[in-house]
């Protein structure tokens, strides 16, 4: 033990102590203090003065002395429940039986340096070598402190020592680093778990655009850290972070107000300690800036000097967390026995008193102050109404006492084993050997559920299990209550849950819950486009594309549809997509079906005309017996679009490409063979000729049918080896397209080509046979419908390809029934006029005429 005094003696000396003796240096440092002495000494330190204004230096004999004033008086009931937590505990006959605990208690200031002060000289006392001695004990272990930068201090300074610290209000989750601080435990949970709180708070009624303000410490700044970590899993952006501190000037605190005003928040974030935000709180409640609904950290939101009703008035409806409160029914028989006639030599009496009595006592021996009221010595404090004397809903003050009696339990393991019938505890080591690692030690592995049947024990960071009660302001009765309104614990899954009574919540804005977005929610059918330069909170609303939706409000993107579904207009529901085909009941199926039939009709009646009047001159002259193949030919060919229009099956498909393959093979070979018929005619004209014996009807038959049959061939191969089928196409985007697939698309491109070929040919051999006589034009007719027939499919190509849907369908029916009627009314209107119309030219000699006058 005197090995450590003299260790933290350098470290004293490093902070402007003189060196002296040990006593000196530790039993007589001038510091006000709460003193019992016991068997095992406990220390306490607490911001019983929360403003440090000032120093008195006078290095000859002691130490930089410190002037401290705002005295707080939750802070000043939190060392009276440690006291009254250990005379408890020496008067229990089961705990440290035997055993007195004796206290030592300083005030912070709220001040990290003078908190290290108080720290080493608690923690560097010497053993008693006389009753009669000045000099204090050292302590075994340490209750401190409220504010996290203080207990960094003394955590980072005290553990190399292994001194336990026990604290019961620093939060910041940096604490929870064994590596660093393995001595350091707390009876209140880390800000990790209260930023996990806050944010589920923020994420509950929606709020994306909250502003924040921090103390300039590592309470503020680490807190603010991890409830931004945690809020930005959920979308919120924190739109301006303010900086505080209880020693800032008035025009640095006006920075953060006009930080305030100029932002379109309504929701902010105060991770502040309640001195560092009393000056703000002040400064917004003077420049009357409300409509803010704040959100408070456990530092602020109950304390006792900010919440009265000029408060209210900005900061009504205040929503923040704090641990569950606690009732201690015999705590306050202690705190109304609080008097400085009790024991004039205690520390910090004397100024509560003043506060709560309203006069100065004045002992034995003292000169009175005139100018102040003196009390008479009759005062007492039972009957006080103060919040001081509400023992019914502790929270931090619960958090001292856990503390104290942590430390105890730790302190009863160490010193007492249990019989080996274990019935009951024996002595099993003197006080004078322990060690404070020995009791840093227990506390790690302590657990015993206290009195009001709350299990106490610490985590493998020193971490109390998490729990939190919501807390609101409200004014009731001219009076601003924290009402509770929810809790945020630990469910059976494992995970943390908020339960809220929302209903019962006054909010700033009244009943109504404030919201707070810098752009309003993306509603169905839109989704998020970020604004460049802004947070991700901040962005335009733009319609879902084609074939997209967005059914929730605010989607950050937009979902695809199914490929057999499109968007709706309102692009918030997929329907199934429009199934597209050419039918017979719409108009364009309508008039292609009549115009195919017409064109059908037109044949049949023009094959009925010529077989009736077979034995004229003008059909003997165009050969009756071909020209009716080729109206028969042409007859089916007009039958043919009638397999494209409907709903496509595997039959249709093989019917529709064949059909119309074979039909047009058949029609061409006929105009084939009356094309060879011309020229060998016109040839046969010529004296010594004998070509028009060898075409006649039998080889006429020969050249139609062997060229009909090599497209029998090529179509044969197709369905066998990769026939048309069936097919569904997506090429359109809001439309599925039912169509017949070629299947092989070299025996398609066969058929067409062998098709073009027959034409070809046609149009030269027409063409050579050009300068018959006039009267039997022919030949002429049939280039003309050659040529007719090779620009309507030459013009067919490009028109098809850039049909959509079943107007591709439309225009290869077009492409036939056009190209048929251009053979029919090419190579047949011309001789049906001259039956039907001009019968006295259907005469031998009318066609023989020209023929005879260009003879021998």
């Not at 302590?139 to 203080?150: D, F, H, T, V, Y």
């Not at 899954?493 to 019962?504: A, F, K, M, T, V």
């Not at 439309?735 to 299947?743: D, V």
Request: with cysteine; aromatic share 12%; proline share 5%.
């Amino acid at each position: 033990m005197l090995g450590r005094a003299v260790l933290l003696s350098s470290l004293l000396s490093l902070l402007d102590f003189e060196t002296a003796s040990s006593c000196e240096m530790f039993g007589r440092f001038d510091m006000p203090s709460l003193l019992r002495r016991g068997d095992i000494m406990i220390g306490g330190i607490f911001p019983v003065f929360n403003k440090e204004i000032g120093r008195t230096v006078d290095f000859r004999y002691h130490p930089p002395g410190v002037e401290c004033a705002g005295f707080d008086l939750r802070a000043f009931r939190w060392t009276q429940v440690m006291a009254f937590a250990i005379e408890e505990i020496n008067n229990d006959t089961t705990l440290l039986p035997n055993i007195s605990l004796g206290y030592r208690i300083l005030n912070s200031c709220a001040s990290p340096t003078n908190t290290l002060r108080a720290a080493l000289t608690l923690a560097g006392g010497i053993e008693e070598t006389e009753p009669s001695s000045s000099c204090f004990p050292a302590i075994s272990a340490l209750i401190a402190e409220s504010g996290s930068s203080q207990s960094l201090a003394v955590a980072g300074t005290l553990g190399p020592f292994q001194v336990p610290i026990v604290s019961y209000f620093s939060t910041c989750a940096c604490l929870s680093d064994n590596s660093k601080y393995p001595t350091f435990f707390r009876t209140i949970p880390s800000d990790y778990f209260q930023a996990k709180a806050l944010a589920a708070l923020v994420k509950r009624f929606g709020w994306r655009w909250i502003g924040a303000i921090q103390s300039d410490n590592d309470y503020g700044r680490q807190g603010l850290v991890a409830f931004t970590h945690e809020v930005e899993k959920f979308g919120v952006c924190v739109a301006f972070v303010g900086t505080i501190l209880r020693t800032y000037s008035t025009e640095k605190l006006q920075v953060v107000v006009e930080m305030i005003k100029g932002s379109s928040v309504k929701v902010i974030l105060a991770f502040v300690p309640e001195g560092d935000f009393y000056p703000l709180m002040k400064m917004i409640v003077q420049q009357n800036l409300t409509g803010i609904q704040w959100i408070a950290s456990e530092a602020w939101i109950t304390a006792a000097r900010p919440s009265n009703p000029e408060m209210y008035r900005a900061f009504g409806g205040a929503l923040g967390f704090v641990m569950p409160k606690m009732a201690i029914p015999k705590l306050k028989s202690f705190l109304t026995g609080i008097s400085p006639y009790a024991d004039a030599s205690a520390a910090f009496v004397r100024e509560f008193w003043e506060i709560m009595a309203g006069c100065k006592a004045v002992l034995p021996g003292e000169q009175a102050d005139t100018s102040q009221a003196i009390c008479t010595g009759n005062e007492t404090l039972i009957e006080s109404q103060d919040d001081f004397f509400n023992v019914t809903e502790l929270r931090v003050s619960y958090n001292v006492y856990k503390a104290v009696y942590a430390i105890a339990h730790a302190l009863h393991q160490l010193l007492f084993c249990k019989s080996a019938s274990g019935e009951s505890a024996r002595p099993c080591m003197n006080v004078s050997d322990i060690q404070t690692k020995q009791v840093t030690y227990h506390l790690q592995r302590v657990k015993f559920k206290n009195q009001f049947s709350d299990d106490v024990f610490f985590d493998q960071n020193g971490d109390p299990p998490a729990s939190y009660d919501l807390i609101n302001w409200q004014l009731r009765d001219g009076k601003v209550k924290h009402v509770t309104l929810g809790h945020f614990a630990l469910a059976d899954n494992g995970d943390y849950e908020l339960s809220i009574q929302e209903e019962q919540i006054v909010w700033r804005t009244g009943k109504m819950v404030p919201v707070s977005v810098c752009s309003d929610e993306c509603p169905v059918g839109t989704r998020k486009a970020q604004i460049k330069g802004k947070p991700i909170c901040c962005f335009d609303c733009i319609p879902c594309a084609d074939g997209t939706i967005a059914n929730t409000t605010g989607a950050a993107d937009c979902t695809p549809c199914p490929k057999e579904f499109w968007s709706n207009e309102r692009r918030d529901e997929c329907v199934p997509k429009i199934i597209e085909f050419l039918t017979y009941h719409e108009p364009m199926g309508v008039a292609l079906t009549v115009v195919s039939l017409l064109g059908a009709s037109l044949s049949l009646a023009t094959m009925l005309v010529f077989i009736y009047f077979r034995h004229t001159p003008v059909i003997k002259a165009s050969n009756s017996e071909l020209s009716i193949f080729l109206l028969f030919s042409l007859f089916l060919c007009f039958l043919c679009p009638l397999t494209f229009i409907g709903r496509p099956t595997t039959w249709v498909c093989m019917l529709r490409h064949t059909a119309f393959g074979l039909t047009f093979a058949f029609c061409i070979s006929c105009i084939l063979g009356k094309t060879i018929v011309v020229v060998t005619a016109f040839k046969a004209s010529f004296p010594g000729s004998k070509v028009a014996g060898k075409f006649g009807p039998r080889q006429q038959r020969v050249i139609v049918c062997s060229c009909t049959l090599v497209q029998i061939l090529i179509c044969v191969l197709w369905l066998k080896l990769n026939p048309p089928f069936p097919d569904t196409v997506f090429r359109h985007s809001d439309r599925i397209i039912l169509e017949c697939n070629t299947g092989s698309e070299a025996a398609f491109y066969a058929v067409l080509g062998y098709i073009g070929f027959l034409s070809l040919l046609c149009l030269v051999l027409a063409f050579l046979a050009r300068k018959l006589p006039d009267n039997f034009n022919e030949a002429k007719l049939i280039s003309f419908s050659m040529l007719i027939f090779c620009a309507v499919w030459i013009t067919f190509i490009p028109a098809y390809v850039s049909s959509p849907g079943k107007f591709t369908v439309a225009v290869e029916i077009f492409a036939i029934l056009a190209s048929a009627f251009g053979l029919l009314v090419s190579i047949f209107a011309p001789k049906c006029y001259i039956i039907l119309i001009k019968p006295e030219k259907n005469t031998k000699k009318h066609i023989m005429g020209k023929m005879l006058h260009t003879g021998p």
